[in-house]
């Protein structure tokens, strides 16, 4: 009996733990359900705090991206409606052979800029010019944007005193567009006189269509940027642009990181519930069945108890398998609990840390730690962004949620963020700066400027602007490639930053060029002594690859208030300053003056009018007799140009020949000496060959030998009858190059001459080395004959060099019959000057070889 009563007493027993391990593991789900939750919640907080931030940065960088079109189409529209040629020709009379035949303002505005839209309205608000997409309309800018537009024409007009154009958003046909408007005035154009009537008014027009929304939005890395549609035009995020709702808003694609989140997240969060609730149901089976058997072993309870502890284990390895740490406090604010992925992502020893105060390991911007904690009603789901240093010494970054545990603590996660706030610092860091060398760039130059010109300087303590250009920069590029170009810029950026003093700027705006803004500058006699350090710290030699390169620099200087007060008028100026810096000989600096901005407006007349000329026919060709010094005969002539001006009369190449080198107008222009020189010299008789001098430039340009082989071919002149005549430096800018395309060219069959010889540096070797046929004596040489026998000497050498070499030597300048007689004494080949014949138009030339071969004629009988 006594054995039976203690079998039945231990079965109770059992019953009784059965019954107690059952209460247990309902409490250990309830638990483990509490932290599934708590990381649904935690994990859907998240993604929609990451889609929140990317609708927020979306919404910000579109909006940069129309400010940026903004900023882009006020300076346009500036340019062209402050220019004393633009008031002339379409304010004080509308000229549309000016603005579109010559496109001033014409076509270009639609294929540089994608204006659709260009429109000039006049004193009586009637359009009286229009270009729609490049073509010339008469249409009124009210009806073809389908709204009266008078409120954007009187701002502009409103803002002719100060030059300040305006801009507004509106609605053409269903579809958003920017209007740039501005008063057309002489500017600071001294020759423009202004009348008394309202100024007409400038307008460009850029429809905003979604292919170019989108190639907006992607330079922006916003994606599929388009016109918002009604649905969208009431999400919180939406861009509108203008007060008026009725012009629209923009929208965009957003990538919905968070989205990605929750599609990752949330189905290993269901897949570890369910492994728990499979878990539980296996429990429940067994507990149940050994409640039901009460003479279940202990081995049984034993198995159940481990089948429990390896539930455990599995919730912690769901736990440690988050990217996120998770940690609790106490009251007190000492930490209680850190899982293991904190030691993982910190490095740090969760030993060390449990006990220790939270606020010893993380801290905040604006504050301790248990101060933001502690604030009354805070919102559960927000999240605060904590410091603190890593076991590497490094301060990393983490995003800390948190949420109260019934007024015993806290417990919440913690991700590193470290990356993504570094990413965003950089993107901030690139905005505003140079990606190659780091300095300012013309977005922070602007800001900087603006902030400086509001404090208003003084004459006593002006603003100086610096606008500084490389010289000798491109030969490294062409000849060492881009790598090292990026070498030298690199190392130009720091020797500027090392000139200037803190509270300076120094910013690369593009290019080699740069733009220093200088404060505290009391005197010229500071600021040329800074140029002068500039300067000579540039041009020491740059160390690349065992190489030294040199470059130099030029400097154009403009101070503010003494020259302008405006952003825009101080770079303009500064550069005017910098291009008469290069006109001087460059590795110098210039002040700006304001005959400056004269000659600027009237080298841009001359290079409109030159345009004009090569197409309208306002050019001259006029050919110079080249005769054998030995018999008197005539062998050929030298091509001269001469532009006839309408106004200005016959204007000399000196003038004009430099302004289309520097304008790209040298191929045109000599592609009308070519093929009128070669026209004219197929007619003239067999024995006269023409010269006609090459442009350095046009060596570079990869097009020379096709440009010369059509000549001959539509001139039908014989290729042995043409003469080239190029100038030394041709050489020395890129000898190799050089030296293909005149090996090409004597393939065809033409003559090679080397024009000025005796003023370079190395003409001997370049003789040796290249297929010339002949050279010409500098006119210099000749000038000095009768007082200086060194000259004679070096005539004579250069004679006896060329029947070495098998040359043609011909001498220029001759204005003497003593420069004759000595030419002859030297057996000189050919020689031209005003002695013999000064340069004639084509008939007057003609004449003259039609006597010629009258007299050959007569001389023959």
């Known amino acids: 009996m006594p054995n039976n009563l203690a079998s039945i007493a231990n079965r109770l027993t059992d019953r009784s733990s059965l019954s107690l391990a059952r209460a247990s593991l309902f409490k250990f789900v309830a638990l483990l359900a509490g932290v599934f939750v708590l990381a649904s919640v935690s994990l859907v907080y998240l993604a929609n705090d990451l889609d929140r931030t990317e609708e927020v940065e979306s919404a910000f960088y579109t909006k940069k991206a129309m400010q940026s079109l903004e ?61 729609i997409k490049g073509e010339l309309k008469a249409v009124e800018v009210s009806q073809w944007l389908g709204q009266s537009i008078t409120a954007i024409v009187d701002q502009a007009r409103a803002g002719a005193e100060t030059e300040t154009p305006t801009t507004a958003f509106i609605n053409v046909n269903g579809a958003p567009a920017l209007v740039a408007a501005a008063a057309i005035t002489p500017g600071t154009d001294p020759t423009a006189v202004a009348d008394e009537r309202p100024a007409s008014v400038l307008i460009f027009v850029n429809l905003l269509n979604s292919a170019k929304l989108e190639l907006m939005g992607n330079d922006f890395g916003v994606t599929r940027l388009h016109v918002a549609t009604p649905d969208e035009m009431s999400a919180a995020f939406a861009v509108p642009l203008s007060d008026n709702a009725a012009i629209g808003s923009l929208y965009w694609t957003s990538s919905r990181p968070g989205l990605r989140l929750l599609g990752i997240g949330l189905p290993l969060i269901g897949i570890a519930a369910l492994l728990v609730c499979l878990m539980t149901w296996a429990i429940l089976r067994r507990t149940t069945a050994g409640a039901l058997v009460l003479d279940a072993s202990y081995a049984s309870l034993q198995s159940s108890q481990q089948a429990l502890a390896t539930s455990e284990a599995r919730f912690r390895d769901v736990v440690e398998a988050s990217s996120d740490w998770v940690w609790e406090i106490d009251a007190d604010w000492r930490l209680t609990f850190l899982s293991e992925r904190f030691e993982a992502v910190t490095g740090l020893s969760r030993t060390a840390w449990t006990g220790a105060s939270i606020d010893d390991l993380l801290s905040t911007e604006l504050g301790t730690l248990s101060q933001w904690l502690s604030i009354p009603n805070r919102r559960p789901d927000i999240s605060v962004q904590c410091r603190y240093v890593d076991i590497k010494g490094r301060e990393r970054i983490t995003r800390l949620s948190a949420r109260e545990m019934s007024g015993e603590g806290f417990r919440g996660t913690a991700t590193d963020v470290t990356e993504e706030v570094e990413a965003r610092r950089r993107i901030e860091f690139l905005s505003q700066h140079d990606a190659l060398t780091g300095l300012p760039n013309r977005t922070r130059l602007q800001e900087f400027l603006d902030g400086k010109l509001k404090a208003l300087p003084t004459v006593e303590q002006p603003l100086v602007m610096l606008s500084l250009d490389l010289d000798r920069f491109k030969p490294v590029n062409d000849l060492l490639g881009h790598a090292a170009g990026d070498l030298v810029l690199n190392e130009v950026s720091s020797r500027l930053a090392d000139c200037v003093r803190e509270g300076d700027l120094v910013a690369r705006i593009g290019g080699d060029e740069f733009v220093l803004i200088l404060t505290d500058m009391n005197s010229s006699v500071e600021v040329e002594a800074l140029c002068r350090r500039l300067i000579d710290s540039i041009e020491r030699p740059i160390a690349l690859d065992e190489q030294e390169v040199f470059v130099s620099a030029s400097i154009g200087i403009a101070m503010a208030p003494t020259d302008a007060l405006e952003a825009a008028e101080l770079l303009r100026y500064a550069d005017i300053a910098l291009y008469e810096a290069k006109a001087a000989g460059r590795n110098t600096w210039r002040y700006y003056a304001g005959d400056m901005n004269v000659r600027i407006i009237e080298r841009r007349r001359l290079e409109s009018d030159l345009r004009f000329a090569i197409k309208n026919n306002e050019l001259r060709l006029y050919f110079q007799p080249r005769y054998s010094i030995a018999d008197g005969r005539m062998v050929g002539a030298e091509a001269l140009v001469r ?42 008789p067999q024995h006269l060959f023409v010269s006609v001098n090459l442009s350095p430039i046009e060596f570079k340009t990869g097009n020379l030998f096709e440009r010369i082989q059509k000549t001959l071919n539509n001139s039908g002149i014989d ?93 220029e300048g001759i204005e003497t019959a003593e420069h004759l007689k000595l030419l002859k004494a030297v057996s000189c080949d050919e020689g031209q000057g005003y002695f013999l014949s000064r340069p004639l138009d084509i008939d007057a030339f003609d004449a003259l070889v039609e006597a010629a071969d009258m007299s050959a004629d007569k001389s023959s009988v």
């Open 71 to 131: 900023k882009s189409m006020l300076s346009t529209v500036r340019d062209y409606a402050f220019w004393g040629d633009a008031y002339r020709h379409l304010h004080v009379e509308v000229d549309a052979d000016w603005a579109f035949v010559r496109q001033n303002i014409g076509p270009t505005i639609y294929s540089d800029f994608g204006f659709q839209g260009l429109f000039v309205v006049n004193d009586a608000n009637r359009t009286v010019y229009s270009v």
């Open 643 to 684: 532009w006839q001006h309408p106004e200005r009369g016959l204007i000399s190449p000196d003038t004009f020949i430099p302004i289309a080198e520097e304008s790209g107008l040298i191929l045109a222009l000599s592609n009308w000496v070519l093929n009128t020189a070669c026209s004219q010299a197929a007619q003239w």
């Open 719 to 811: 290729p042995a009858r043409v003469e080239l005549e190029i100038t030394e430096s041709v050489m020395l800018d890129d000898a190799a190059g050089a030296l293909e395309v005149m090996k090409n060219l004597k393939r065809l069959g033409v003559r090679i001459c080397m024009d000025d010889f005796g003023t370079g540096y190395s003409s001997l070797s370049y003789l040796r080395a290249f297929p010339f046929d002949g050279l010409k004596i500098d006119r210099s040489f000749l000038n000095r004959l009768e007082e200086n026998d060194d000259d004679k000497t070096i005539v004579q050498a250069i004679v006896g060099l060329g029947r070495a070499l098998s040359l043609t030597v011909t001498a």
